[in-house]
């Protein structure tokens, strides 16, 4: 496993220091990637993280056959007790997706661990894809916590593609956007693309956490974007942390600046037709 330091840590109190988790998530394998997860809380712990972002089901891996057989469930504390003890001894706090199910139903839902906290199903994806609609439900609201006097919005992989989704979350008061997705190959321009659109239209910071490997040939991309829209540190090949330290003063700043957050309007009004170009217009 690999690091990217980032940024140097900053010496105001205020500021964040964040981890992005690239990784594998075996199918089915839930004992595996929970020790997997573990491991990684620790590990960005040593990097001084107070948070840690985990890809798009990381629990139980992406894979159709996974999401169709059981999936954990909050009420059975033998899945979530390696990775709330991981936190409990780090002092990290830990943002884990994964395909849950609850209340006979089931979700791609991100489950909040903080030292000395019970596990908190927090945010359930809301944008789906044809293939896990026919799965999973959708999230009936969005989600935000505070953590260091920072406000974080949480989203996972598809809902990022909608500008709307990051919007609400700025008028929530968000600072900084996470994303725990799971990119195909193929998808490296959309993906980079989004995240940046997200950050410099909203200004804040967009956080992006990314499967990699088998079993669909993951492409990763683990990535922090300042509230310009610029990647402020990026994963490398394969199991890797990206850190990066996130400032408010920063958010504040690019707000100063940069008005499309606060300008954006409502409504637009209805599409008017002015007529066809293609027929002939009345003479002059």
């Known amino acids: 496993m ?6 140097e840590c900053q010496t105001d109190p205020v500021t964040c220091r964040i981890a992005s988790v690239q990784m594998e998530a ?3 394998d839930i004992d595996g990637n929970v020790a997997r997860i573990a491991r990684l809380i620790v590990a960005a712990s040593a990097g001084g993280a107070d948070l840690v972002l985990f890809p798009e089901a990381a629990v139980t891996g992406y894979d159709d ?4 057989g059981p999936l954990p469930d909050l009420a059975d504390e033998e899945w979530w007790a390696p990775l ?5 001894r780090s002092g990290v706090t830990a943002i884990v997706n994964t395909a849950i199910q609850r209340d006979g139903c089931r979700f791609l839902g991100d489950v909040i661990l903080s030292p000395g906290r019970i596990p908190l199903a927090a ?9 896990e609609s026919s799965v999973f439900s959708p999230g009936a609201h969005g989600a935000f916590f505070t ?3 920072l406000q974080f919005a949480l989203s996972v992989c598809y809902d990022a593609n909608f500008p709307e989704h990051a919007a609400a979350a700025a008028r929530a008061g968000a600072h900084a956007y996470l994303n725990s997705g799971a990119y ?5 321009h959309r993906r980079d693309l989004h995240y940046a659109a997200r950050a410099l239209d909203n200004g804040m910071y967009v956080v992006f956490s990314g499967l990699v490997g088998e079993p669909h040939d993951f492409i990763g991309g683990a990535a922090v974007f300042d509230p ?19 400032d408010p003063n920063i958010v504040a700043d690019a707000r100063r600046h940069q008005r499309m957050w606060a300008q954006r309007r409502e409504s637009l009004g209805e599409q008017r037709h002015t007529g066809s170009l293609d027929t002939a217009s009345a003479q002059r």
């Open 147 to 149: 953590l260091k006097g």
């Open 65 to 68: 056959g996974a999401f169709a």
């Open 26 to 28: 075996v199918p089915s």
């Open 123 to 131: 945010y359930d994806k809301q944008h789906l894809h044809d293939s």
């Open 228 to 246: 310009l829209g610029r990647r402020i540190t990026v994963a490398g090949e394969g199991e890797h942390l990206a850190f990066a330290d996130l």
């Open 84 to 88: 709330q003890s991981a936190v409990d």
């Open 184 to 188: 195909f190959p193929g998808g490296e």
């Open 2 to 7: 690999r690091s990217s330091p980032g940024p």
